[in-house]
C-alpha cells in the first residue's frame, strides 16, 4: 500500500476514475494546467489530455450550468469551485437545478456531477476561503454532502461519489490536506456514502464530528482518558444523507452524547444530529446533546479564528458537562 | 470608411497610447492637461506604491501580514485611474486594489490591518468614498452600480469607479453590472485592469473576444482599451470617462492592458504559467521608468528624487506596520457583538463559551 496525504489521495481517485470511465470529466478555475491552486489536480491534464481535464473561465455560476448540462448528456463531471465562499455564485445551478433535475423531469435525466471545493478553518486564509458552508447544503434535498476526515476515507468517498447517479457535493478541509500520510491501497475502492465510521470506541459518551474537528475531538477524547472516561468518537463522514443507525448504537452504548462541528451553531448539520436523535433514541440518553461550534457570527477574519475554532478544552468541558449532568 | 456595424465590431481595437516606451508624447491630442505638481505628484504615488508593494512582500514572507496580492507593475492603472477622479467620487475595489483606496484616502496602517485580518482595517473613516476590498469577484461591480444609481437619485454629480481583472470579466454579476448601468445610464466606471492571467488562466482561456472593451457594445455602453503601462493613457480614459458620467451621459468601460511583475498570491508560483521571456517583455513596458523618462526630459525628476521617496516609503510603511501591529486585537465578543445592532439573547449566551 502506498503512503498519501489527503490531497494526493483525492488525486488518485479522479485519476482512477478517469481512466476507467471515459465520461468523467474535471474542469473548474486554474484545475488543469497547474492542477488548481492546491495542485490537488496537478498532472491530470497532462495524463488525460485537456479534453478531460480543464480551465473554465472564471465563472460560477456557468461552471455549475455547465456540469448540469453535461450530466444531462450522460458525463460525469467532477467540477472544483476554487474556494468554499465562491458557491454562492452557484448555487442556483447547484441547489436548484442540479439537486432537481431527476425530480423535475421525472427520472429522465440526473445529476451524475461531483461538486469538489476546499474548506475549512484554522489555516488564516482570506475571507470567504474557510467557511464551513455544509449546513447549508444539507438543508437541500437531492444533493449529497460528503466531508472526508483522512486519505484513505477520502479517496474511497471520492470513487463513490463519482460513480453517484446523484449530485454530490465534496468537501476537502483545507488543514487536512497535508496533515498527515496514511495508508491508502492503490487499487480502486468505495467507502459508501451515508455510512459513518466509529474511530474510537468508548463506553461513557459518544462524541458525533465529522471532518477537522474528528482529530480536535479524538485529541479530547484522549485527554478525557486520562480522567477516566471512555469516549466513542464517531466520524458521520457523510453528513448528508446522516447514518443516524451508527449513532443510535453508539448511545445505546453510552447514553450521552455531544456532537462537535467547526460550523457556526445554528440550524446546521449539529443541530440535525440532535434533531434525529431525539426521534431515535431519546430514551437511551442520560443527558441533554450538546453542541460544541463556532459562535453564530460570519466567519472571523483571520486574526481571531483560532479562538473562535472549537478546540479540545471546549470539547472535554462539554464532555463533562454531560458526564456530571 | 462606411462599414456594417457588425464588421466594426468584430474588429480589435487598437489600444490608447500616449507616451512612448521611451518617454516620448506620441499622441499628443490624447495627453492630459497636468500642472507639473500634479505630473510630480503622480510619480510620487507611483514610486511609493512600488516600494511599498515590495515591502509588502518581504512583511508578507516575516508573517506580518496576512493575504496580499503584489500590484507591482500596475501602478499606472492603478494610482493613474484614482488620480483621474475627484475626492467626492466613489471606490468599488477587488481584493488587489489597494492602492486605490489608499490613494483615495484609508489611512495605510487599516490596509495592513485587513491583509492581518482584522476587522479594523474594514472600517473606512467618514468621508472617504470607498467600499473595502472585495473578495468575492464581481461583487463590487453591481455594488459599483447602485452606488452610481444612489448619486442620480440624488441628483449628485459624482461618478463611481469600479475595479476588476480579465478574470473577473468573465463573472455573471460583471455582465450583469454592465447591462445595468446601460439601461439606467448610470454615472459609473467600469475598469478591467486586463493583466493577461486570473490566478493561472492566461486571457486567451478566459475569453474569445478579441477584446474586453468589447462586451461594453452588448450592453449599449462606451467601451474603450487603453495601454495599461502608460500614465497618461489611463489618466486620459478616466478623466472623460467621468465626464461622461458628470454630464448624465452614462457608463464606461475601460480595458487597461497591464502585466504584474508577480504572481498572483504570495502563495503562488509564476514559473509554472509564464515564461521568463513573457515577463522580460513586459518589464521593458514598466510604468514607472517609461514615466520617468518622460519626466526626466521635462527637468522634473531625477534619479535622486525617486532614492527619496523609496526612502519616504520605507519609513512610513514601518511606521504604519507598527501601528497595525499596535493596534488592539480583536475578540470573540467584540465579534458576537459586531452582528447585529442589538445582540440577541442567544448570541449573549454564546459569549460565555469563550470567557
Ligand atoms: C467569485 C470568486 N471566484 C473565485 C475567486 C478566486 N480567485 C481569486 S483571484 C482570482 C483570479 C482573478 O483574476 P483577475 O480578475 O484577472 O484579476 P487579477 O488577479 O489578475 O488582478 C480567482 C479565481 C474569488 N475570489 N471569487
Known amino acids: ?325 | 470608411m462606411s462599414k456594417v456595424p457588425y464588421e466594426v465590431y468584430t474588429e480589435d481595437v487598437e489600444a490608447l497610447s500616449v507616451l512612448s516606451p521611451d518617454g516620448e508624447i506620441i499622441n499628443k491630442d490624447m495627453m492630459p492637461i497636468l500642472s507639473d505638481d500634479q505630473l510630480k505628484e503622480i510619480m510620487y504615488r507611483m514610486v511609493f506604491t512600488r516600494t511599498w508593494d515590495d515591502r509588502a512582500v518581504n512583511l508578507g514572507r516575516q508573517g506580518r501580514l496576512g493575504f496580499y496580492a503584489p500590484v507591482s507593475g500596475q501602478e499606472a492603472t492603478m494610482v493613474g485611474s484614482e488620480f483621474a477622479i475627484e475626492k467626492e467620487d466613489f471606490v468599488c475595489p477587488g481584493y488587489r486594489d489597494i492602492p486605490q483606496l489608499v490613494w483615495h484616502g484609508l489611512p495605510l496602517y487599516q490596509a495592513f490591518l485587513y491583509s492581518r485580518g482584522h476587522q479594523h482595517g474594514g472600517q473606512i473613516p467618514d468621508g472617504v468614498n470607498v467600499l473595502m476590498p472585495q473578495i468575492i469577484i464581481g461583487a463590487q461591480i453591481l455594488h459599483a452600480m447602485g452606488i452610481a444609481m444612489g448619486y442620480k437619485l440624488k441628483k449628485q454629480k459624482q461618478v463611481v469607479i469600479t475595479y476588476t481583472g480579465d478574470g473577473g470579466s468573465s463573472e455573471g454579476d460583471f455582465y450583469e453590472g454592465l447591462n445595468y448601468a446601460g439601461v439606467y445610464k448610470l454615472p459609473v466606471i467600469f475598469f478591467v485592469q486586463n493583466n493577461g492571467y486570473a490566478i493561472t488562466t492566461p486571457f486567451a482561456k478566459q475569453t474569445a473576444a478579441l477584446s474586453i472593451a468589447h462586451k461594453a457594445v452588448a450592453a449599449g455602453i462606451k467601451g474603450v482599451k487603453v495601454d495599461g503601462m502608460d500614465i497618461f493613457a489611463v489618466i486620459k480614459a478616466v478623466q472623460e470617462a467621468a465626464e461622461r458620467g458628470r454630464n448624465g451621459e452614462g457608463a464606461t468601460l475601460i480595458e487597461a492592458v497591464t502585466y504584474r511583475f508577480r504572481p498572483h498570491s504570495l502563495s503562488d508560483d509564476a514559473s509554472k504559467y509564464r515564461t521568463k521571456e513573457e515577463e522580460a517583455e513586459w518589464s521593458a513596458k514598466d510604468p514607472i521608468a517609461r514615466f520617468a523618462k518622460y519626466l526626466e526630459k521635462k527637468g522634473l525628476w531625477t534619479e535622486e528624487d525617486t532614492a527619496r521617496v523609496k526612502e519616504e516609503a520605507k519609513a512610513k510603511v514601518n511606521e504604519e506596520i507598527k501601528k497595525a501591529e499596535k493596534t488592539e486585537k480583536m475578540t470573540i465578543s467584540g465579534l458576537i457583538d459586531s452582528m447585529f445592532e442589538q445582540t440577541p439573547k442567544h448570541l449573549e449566551e454564546q459569549k460565555a463559551d469563550f470567557q
Open chain 1, 1 to 325: 500500500m502506498a503512503q498519501m496525504n489527503m490531497k494526493e489521495a483525492i488525486r488518485d481517485a479522479l485519476r482512477v476514475e478517469l481512466k476507467r470511465d471515459p465520461n468523467v470529466l474535471l474542469f473548474g478555475e486554474d484545475v488543469g494546467n497547474v492542477g488548481g491552486v492546491f495542485r490537488v489536480t496537478e498532472g491530470l491534464q497532462k495524463e488525460f489530455g485537456e479534453e478531460r481535464v480543464f480551465d473554465t473561465p472564471l465563472a460560477e455560476s456557468a461552471i455549475g450550468g455547465l456540469a448540469v448540462g453535461l450530466g444531462v448528456q450522460g458525463f460525469r463531471p467532477v467540477a472544483e469551485i476554487q474556494f468554499v465562499g465562491f458557491i454562492f455564485e452557484a448555487l442556483d445551478q447547484m441547489v436548484v437545478q442540479a439537486a432537481r433535475m431527476r425530480f423535475r423531469s421525472g427520472g429522465k435525466y440526473n445529476s451524475p456531477i461531483v461538486f469538489r471545493t476546499p474548506f475549512g478553518g484554522g489555516v488564516k486564509a482570506a475571507e470567504l476561503h474557510t467557511d464551513s458552508l455544509e449546513g447549508l447544503l444539507t438543508q437541500t434535498p437531492g444533493i449529497k454532502v460528503v466531508v472526508p476526515s483522512n486519505p484513505y476515507d477520502a479517496k474511497g468517498l471520492m470513487i463513490a461519489s463519482i460513480r453517484d447517479n446523484d449530485p454530490v457535493f465534496f468537501m476537502e478541509h483545507l488543514n487536512l490536506y497535508h496533515a498527515f500520510r496514511a495508508e491508502v491501497p492503490e487499487e480502486d475502492y468505495v467507502v459508501e456514502l451515508g455510512k459513518a465510521n466509529v474511530v474510537r470506541e468508548g463506553s461513557d459518551v459518544t462524541i458525533i464530528t465529522y471532518g477537522m474537528m474528528v482529530h480536535t475531538s479524538v485529541k479530547a477524547a484522549e485527554e478525557l482518558e486520562k480522567q477516566g472516561i471512555k469516549v466513542e468518537v464517531i466520524d458521520l463522514r457523510t453528513v448528508s444523507p446522516i447514518d443516524i443507525d451508527t449513532i443510535v448504537a453508539s448511545i445505546k452504548k453510552t447514553n450521552r452524547a455531544i456532537v462537535v462541528q467547526e460550523a457556526q451553531k445554528s440550524a446546521g448539520v449539529a443541530a440535525e444530529v440532535i434533531a434525529q436523535i431525539n426521534e431515535k433514541a431519546i430514551l437511551h440518553l442520560e443527558a441533554p446533546v450538546l453542541r460544541v461550534a463556532g459562535p453564530d457570527t460570519v466567519y472571523p477574519f483571520a486574526q481571531i479564528e483560532d479562538t473562535w475554532l472549537p478546540n479540545p478544552a471546549r470539547i472535554v468541558a462539554a464532555v463533562n458537562k454531560v458526564v456530571n449532568f
